[in-house]
């Protein structure tokens, strides 16, 4: 498949996730739990990177998806599709900003992971991703033993270690996808870097922080 079918592909499956997404709120599933479906199925796009003849075309995809996140809230204003989408995935606990750094990440490891080294960008992606996204599902559902880092939003043990153990997992399927033989310590290592990084970092901050620090290990210690 050429880059250019590829990129009308993904188009097609960043509009049918986003069309699901304004779906499942829309039949009542809570916001904070449509942006978590969001977070990890994002996640597939990694899964795409072999697959690419060259980096233009999927580097230029992604920026475009950020700026058009940092966007779509000026948008939203006129109501409309723009304002469905955005009502869909923010809350009075969830903000737009946090997406703008999900986003963010994502175009800027996508970048890294296909003109320098695939393997600790696609890393510090499925922390943010698998991480991130399944530990707050986690601890929201299943967290009984809380606790809380001045600045940082109230976590849970519960929480913290479905971060651990998915990030973990995640770099694991990742090292595999791109052929890198990554010891079970060091992947391990990548999962309690993601988990204190979310646990640690301030308020609205944890979308930047997990993927930057997990690729820092990946690439200086790993």
């Known amino acids: 498949m050429t880059d250019v079918l590829q990129l009308a592909a993904w188009c097609g499956v960043f509009a049918v996730g986003i069309a699901g997404c304004v779906l499942v709120r829309a039949l009542g599933l809570a916001a904070t739990y449509v942006r978590d479906l969001l977070h990890v199925g994002a996640a597939i796009w990694i899964l795409g990177w072999p697959h690419w003849e060259g980096p233009a075309l999927p580097v230029a995809l992604v920026a475009a998806v950020a700026q058009g996140t940092a966007a779509l809230p000026l948008l939203a204003r006129r109501d409309g599709i723009p304002a469905m ?22 175009a800027l490891f996508t970048a890294l992971g296909l003109l320098v080294d695939p393997f600790p960008a696609a890393a510090g992606l499925v922390a ?16 009984r033993h809380h606790y809380q880092v001045r600045g940082a939003k109230r976590k849970s043990i519960e929480g913290s270690l479905a971060v651990l153990i998915a990030a973990t997992v995640g770099a694991a399927l990742v090292a595999y996808l791109f052929g890198r033989e990554v010891d079970a310590l060091s992947l391990v290592v990548l999962g309690c870097v993601a988990a204190l990084a979310e646990a640690l970092a301030p308020r609205s901050t944890d979308n930047l922080l997990i993927p930057i620090a997990v690729w820092l290990v990946a690439t200086l210690v790993i």
């Open 85 to 106: 989408i955005v009502k869909s995935v923010t809350n009075g606990d969830e903000t737009w900003t946090g997406l703008v750094h999900y986003t963010s990440m994502y």
């Open 128 to 143: 943010l991703s698998l991480g991130d996204g399944i530990g707050g599902a986690v601890g929201r559902s299943f967290g």
